[in-house]
């Protein structure tokens, strides 16, 4: 007969994990809203329903059970998270394409849930910010800041078919983000004062984007509450990013962003709670967690500023994916009566 | 009570106790049964060797089973009677294989023999070890370790702390806890003859903050003596001896040490409470306090006599007969399925919890291992189950070991917390005994491999001396062919010789 103990356990289920980030996603999103209008309502909608589609096709062809895999909510959270991560205002068929490469490309050609390597939703972001370079640049001007705001059927049209809107609408809908604007304008030799005299920033980021990464971060404390996430991987991530970023404003305060500037702008704090926080495809040790969220946001700092691209999250992140096996190896912690 | 100066270790868990139920009434006995079997195995060691035959009388408290060397114990009939037969019956063990059992048939009168305590102030150390090898006490939280051998020590060392473990850290068990609140003087006197014993400066007993009756009755028991009562975290699994030393002295113990190499001897308050019972009244191990809980009517303590019937006890407790009822010996935490309830009373057996769906629902569908390190948190060791778990899954058999497997103390907190409902510890058991099983397979190969070396040098030596000796022979058929050969030439030519004498004779 074998041996059946522990006949008693108390843990949440997956499905109530996930169930915990999509809701701890809801402040930003609701913040992200009422900045920019309904669009990533759409592309929320648009990658939710894709990814319920091409999981349970993959989880047919690969002839698993569908139930247990759809309701793990784990594919939601992904699709969610690519939805939040792309503008707004991208044509649909992006987010289509996106959570379709996410979900075969990043989850199930590795195994699907709990074997991918890489995160997910970084996968199909990174594939489509080198495929469609234009369109993954253009971001959506709050919607206050416009000269002549947008309804948000404008906004509906431009996704669904962007021929609809004249094209004086379209230009004054979309700019570059304010880590990209700061980038162009200084190869033009302005200073950095003036350059954030622009009216896309706020008080410490982008205007509106501040907000949205405020809310991001209320989620993150609710999950860390709930304690989903452990406060590693966060708190090594924003403390490195606030570092690094200090040194170089200390150093050259002309060309350098302030650390706030940084921790509240582009998807920093996405990227510290919801992202890099991804158990699968992150170190476990708590030791590991450190150096994963620490490394991630050196290169986030260095491809912000002298890299090719404004952003550098999901390059960071799926780079230190590679690492993070070794990581663990490296930080095995002190087992109990050894020395 | 108050947590005071105590090292926490990492991990643990606390599931809801379930304790309150089995403590509402007092410890009740059980009746004498009509029949008592008493397995020869319900220690850690040798076999006990059988003293009677069948058709013997004997008298309560008489040994009828000796200890066979140092790690064993002996076993007492539990109450006066006959000696029915000596045979194999199935034992209260995961396995449900049967194995050697005295059954006894009782009288009802339950005479004694002459009980002799044991003046143990007065005898030396040797002699009081000698005695405790008769009196049949083995570790009774669980681990059933021979007793006297953990009073024994050797010369070269010294123990300084006396640890009694009193924290009862599963759900549902309380036999300890009764224990405590019935008979703390008998547990503390027994701690204080155990401190002698062991010439220990010091003795702390540990126990959990969720026994405040226990508590306050063993801090009564332990007026004016130096034992101290220390309260630890209500934290499975505290009760474990190495995670309790940690808890009370901030001392780690290694996997491959044992507590005595650093000076600490842990027993259990049963343990001490039995060395008591047996050197100051003169009574041997017979019975225990067992704990029947679960989805009986009452949960409660009974006093049992060891060889008792299972069944006997459920219907004490109100339990179900049906057959299709499970039962559960230990805790939920670490206990296990009884094979059946046609299984006597051990020297092991702290509690039997009746199973039902609502206590111990199926285990729900297993999920793929999300990484989420619940477990790591949880593991009171510091190991990573979920690396453990891919290793053992995908029988990398020597990481596994490399990750520390061994360390492993199958508590169960890493199955508990998870929320893929992997269960872990059974991939962690099966790793291990797949990993000892390859170890004694190599260990056997290896002395084949030997074995046919040695075969094979001895041929090769024995072919080398045979061609040694041939060779010599051959040599020698020369030599002597050689001298066959000269004689011969000899013999012609004094042959020659004699012919041409004898022709010179002729002429």
Same mark, same amino acid.
């Given at each position: 007969?074998?041996?059946?103990?522990?006949?008693?356990?108390?843990? $949440?289920?997956?499905?109530?994990?996930?169930?915990?980030?999509?809701?701890?996603?809801?402040?930003?999103?609701a913040?992200?809203?009422?900045?920019?209008?309904?669009?990533?309502?759409?592309?929320?909608?648009?990658?939710?329903?894709?990814?319920?589609?091409?999981e349970?096709?993959?989880?047919?062809?690969?002839?698993?059970?569908?139930?247990?895999?759809?309701?793990?909510?784990?594919?939601?959270?992904?699709?969610?998270?690519?939805?939040?991560?792309?503008?707004?205002?991208a044509?649909?068929?992006?987010?289509v394409?996106?959570?379709?490469?996410?979900?075969?490309?990043?989850?199930?050609?590795?195994?699907?849930?709990?074997?991918?390597?890489?995160?997910?939703a970084?996968?199909?972001?990174?594939?489509l910010?080198?495929?469609?370079?234009?369109?993954?640049?253009?971001?959506?001007?709050?919607?206050?800041?416009?000269?002549?705001?947008?309804?948000?059927?404008?906004?509906?049209?431009?996704?669904?078919?962007?021929?609809?809107?004249?094209?004086?609408?379209?230009?004054?809908?979309?700019?570059?983000?304010?880590?990209?604007?700061?980038?162009?304008?200084l190869?033009?030799?302005?200073?950095?004062?003036?350059?954030?005299?622009?009216?896309?920033?706020?008080?410490?980021?982008?205007?509106?984007?501040?907000?949205?990464?405020?809310?991001?971060?209320?989620?993150?404390?609710?999950?860390?509450?709930?304690?989903?996430?452990?406060?590693?991987?966060?708190?090594?991530?924003?403390?490195?990013?606030?570092?690094?970023?200090?040194?170089?404003?200390?150093?050259?305060?002309d060309?350098?962003?302030?650390?706030?500037?940084?921790?509240?702008s582009?998807?920093?704090?996405?990227?510290?709670?919801?992202?890099?926080?991804?158990?699968?495809?992150?170190?476990?040790?708590?030791?590991?967690?450190?150096?994963?969220?620490?490394?991630?946001?050196?290169?986030?700092?260095?491809?912000?500023?002298f890299?090719?691209?404004?952003?550098?999250?999901?390059?960071?992140?799926?780079?230190?994916?590679?690492?993070? $096996?070794?990581?663990?190896?490296?930080?095995?912690?002190?087992?109990?009566?050894?020395? | 009570?108050?947590?005071?100066?105590?090292?926490?270790?990492?991990?643990?868990?606390?599931?809801?106790?379930?304790?309150?139920?089995?403590?509402?009434?007092?410890?009740?006995?059980?009746?004498?049964?009509?029949?008592?079997?008493?397995?020869?195995?319900?220690?850690?060691?040798?076999?006990?060797?059988?003293?009677?035959?069948?058709?013997?009388?004997?008298?309560?408290?008489?040994?009828?089973?000796?200890?066979?060397?140092?790690?064993?114990?002996?076993?007492?009939?539990?109450?006066?009677?006959?000696?029915? &037969?000596?045979?194999?019956?199935?034992l209260?063990?995961?396995?449900?294989?049967?194995?050697?059992?005295?059954?006894?048939?009782?009288?009802?009168?339950? #005479?004694?023999?002459?009980?002799?305590?044991?003046?143990?102030?007065?005898?030396?150390?040797?002699?009081?070890?000698?005695?405790?090898?008769?009196?049949?006490?083995?570790?009774?939280?669980?681990?059933?370790?021979?007793?006297?051998?953990?009073?024994?020590?050797?010369?070269?060392?010294?123990?300084?702390?006396?640890?009694?473990?009193?924290?009862?850290?599963?759900?549902?068990? #309380?036999?300890?806890?009764?224990?405590?609140?019935?008979?703390?003087?008998?547990?503390?006197?027994?701690?204080?003859?155990?401190?002698?014993?062991?010439?220990?400066?010091?003795?702390?007993?540990?126990?959990?903050?969720?026994?405040?009756?226990?508590?306050?009755?063993?801090?009564?028991?332990?007026?004016?003596?130096?034992?101290?009562?220390?309260?630890?975290?209500?934290?499975?699994?505290?009760?474990?001896?190495?995670?309790?030393?940690?808890?009370?002295?901030?001392?780690?113990?290694?996997?491959? &040490?044992?507590?005595?190499?650093?000076?600490?001897?842990?027993?259990?308050?049963?343990?001490?409470?039995?060395?008591?019972?047996?050197?100051?009244?003169?009574?041997?191990?017979?019975?225990?306090?067992?704990?029947? #809980?679960g989805?009986?009517?009452?949960?409660?303590?009974?006093?049992v006599l060891?060889?008792?019937?299972?069944?006997?006890?459920?219907?004490?407790?109100?339990?179900?007969?049906?057959? #299709?009822?499970?039962?559960?010996?230990?805790?939920?935490?670490?206990?296990?399925?009884l094979?059946?309830?046609?299984?006597?009373?051990t020297?092991?057996?702290?509690?039997?919890?009746?199973?039902?769906?609502e206590?111990f629902?199926?285990?729900?569908?297993?999920?793929?291992?999300?990484?989420?390190?619940?477990?790591?948190?949880?593991?009171?060791?510091?190991?990573?189950?979920?690396?453990?778990?891919?290793?053992?899954?995908?029988?990398?058999?020597?990481?596994?070991?490399?990750y520390?497997?061994?360390?492993?103390?199958?508590?169960?907190?890493?199955?508990?917390?998870?929320?893929?409902?992997?269960?872990?510890?059974?991939?962690?058991?099966?790793?291990?005994?797949?990993?000892?099983?390859?170890?004694?397979?190599?260990?056997?190969?290896?002395?084949?491999?030997?074995?046919?070396?040695?075969?094979?040098?001895?041929?090769?030596?024995? &072919?080398?001396?045979?061609?040694?000796?041939?060779?010599?022979?051959?040599?020698?058929?020369?030599?002597?062919?050689?001298?066959?050969?000269?004689?011969?030439?000899?013999?012609?030519?004094?042959?020659?010789?004699?012919?041409?004498?004898?022709?010179?004779?002729?002429?």
């Amino acid at each position: 007969m074998e041996n059946r103990s522990p006949y008693i356990v108390n843990a $949440p289920s997956v499905s109530t994990i996930m169930l915990k980030v999509l809701l701890a996603l809801i402040p930003g999103i609701a913040l992200y809203v009422y900045v920019f209008g309904l669009g990533v309502i759409i592309n929320i909608l648009l990658a939710s329903l894709t990814v319920i589609m091409t999981e349970s096709v993959i989880l047919a062809i690969r002839k698993l059970p569908i139930k247990p895999f759809i309701t793990d909510g784990s594919a939601l959270v992904t699709a969610w998270l690519l939805a939040l991560s792309i503008p707004s205002i991208a044509p649909w068929w992006i987010i289509v394409l996106g959570t379709l490469l996410c979900i075969t490309f990043g989850k199930h050609v590795y195994g699907g849930l709990g074997y991918n390597l890489f995160n997910p939703a970084m996968v199909g972001y990174a594939i489509l910010l080198i495929s469609f370079p234009s369109i993954m640049t253009h971001w959506q001007i709050p919607n206050n800041l416009m000269a002549s705001p947008s309804d948000w059927l404008d906004q509906i049209r431009v996704i669904f078919n962007s021929n609809l809107l004249p094209k004086e609408t379209l230009d004054a809908m979309s700019s570059a983000t304010p880590l990209d604007y700061i980038k162009t304008q200084l190869t033009l030799n302005q200073p950095l004062n003036t350059i954030q005299q622009d009216k896309i920033f706020g008080f410490i980021g982008g205007r509106g984007l501040e907000l949205i990464n405020l809310g991001y971060l209320a989620g993150g404390l609710y999950l860390f509450k709930e304690k989903i996430i452990s406060w590693h991987l966060p708190v090594a991530f924003l403390s490195t990013l606030f570092l690094t970023a200090l040194l170089f404003n200390v150093l050259a305060p002309d060309t350098f962003a302030s650390p706030l500037f940084h921790i509240m702008s582009g998807g920093s704090m996405l990227c510290a709670f919801f992202i890099i926080t991804d158990p699968v495809s992150a170190p476990t040790t708590p030791k590991g967690k450190i150096y994963f969220g620490a490394g991630i946001a050196l290169l986030v700092f260095i491809i912000r500023i002298f890299g090719g691209y404004p952003e550098g999250i999901a390059f960071a992140v799926l780079l230190f994916n590679i690492c993070a $096996p070794l990581i663990d190896s490296l930080t095995q912690p002190r087992i109990f009566g050894h020395k | 009570m108050q947590l005071k100066n105590i090292f926490k270790f990492n991990g643990g868990v606390h599931p809801d106790e379930n304790k309150s139920a089995s403590t509402r009434h007092p410890i009740a006995k059980l009746a004498i049964p009509k029949k008592l079997v008493l397995p020869l195995r319900q220690h850690v060691g040798h076999v006990a060797k059988v003293k009677v035959k069948p058709g013997d009388q004997v008298l309560k408290g008489q040994m009828i089973a000796e200890a066979d060397g140092n790690i064993s114990a002996s076993i007492h009939a539990p109450t006066s009677g006959k000696i029915l &037969k000596i045979s194999e019956e199935i034992l209260p063990h995961p396995s449900g294989l049967p194995d050697f059992c005295i059954t006894i048939e009782p009288d009802f009168e339950d #005479t004694w023999i002459e009980k002799k305590p044991i003046s143990w102030k007065k005898i030396d150390r040797a002699q009081l070890i000698e005695a405790l090898t008769q009196s049949g006490i083995v570790g009774l939280g669980g681990a059933v370790f021979p007793t006297h051998m953990k009073l024994k020590i050797n010369q070269n060392q010294t123990i300084h702390t006396l640890v009694i473990n009193a924290a009862e850290c599963e759900p549902f068990i #309380t036999c300890d806890d009764m224990l405590m609140r019935e008979r703390a003087d008998e547990i503390i006197q027994g701690a204080l003859i155990t401190q002698s014993i062991l010439g220990a400066e010091k003795c702390v007993v540990g126990i959990e903050d969720n026994k405040i009756e226990s508590y306050e009755a063993l801090k009564k028991a332990a007026q004016k003596t130096t034992v101290e009562i220390k309260v630890v975290p209500t934290l499975y699994p505290s009760g474990d001896a190495k995670r309790l030393i940690y808890l009370l002295m901030g001392i780690e113990v290694p996997k491959e &040490k044992r507590s005595v190499d650093l000076g600490i001897q842990v027993f259990n308050v049963a343990t001490v409470a039995a060395i008591y019972r047996y050197l100051e009244l003169g009574e041997p191990s017979i019975s225990r306090i067992v704990t029947i #809980t679960g989805a009986v009517k009452t949960p409660q303590n009974f006093e049992v006599l060891f060889g008792t019937p299972l069944s006997d006890l459920i219907n004490a407790a109100g339990g179900s007969s049906s057959k #299709t009822k499970k039962f559960i010996m230990g805790g939920p935490m670490m206990g296990f399925d009884l094979p059946s309830i046609h299984v006597p009373v051990t020297k092991a057996m702290n509690c039997v919890i009746e199973s039902s769906p609502e206590l111990f629902p199926d285990p729900k569908p297993v999920m793929p291992c999300i990484r989420c390190a619940r477990c790591a948190d949880a593991c009171p060791v510091n190991l990573q189950p979920q690396e453990l778990y891919w290793f053992s899954k995908s029988s990398q058999l020597e990481k596994a070991r490399e990750y520390n497997l061994f360390d492993c103390i199958e508590c169960g907190c890493c199955t508990y917390v998870c929320p893929s409902n992997i269960p872990l510890v059974q991939f962690y058991r099966y790793a291990k005994s797949e990993i000892i099983a390859q170890d004694k397979s190599k260990e056997a190969a290896n002395t084949a491999r030997e074995r046919n070396e040695f075969r094979l040098a001895r041929i090769e030596r024995e &072919k080398k001396e045979r061609a040694e000796r041939n060779a010599q022979k051959a040599l020698g058929a020369q030599e002597k062919q050689a001298e066959d050969e000269k004689k011969s030439t000899i013999a012609a030519a004094m042959e020659r010789v004699k012919q041409n004498q004898q022709e010179n004779v002729k002429n």
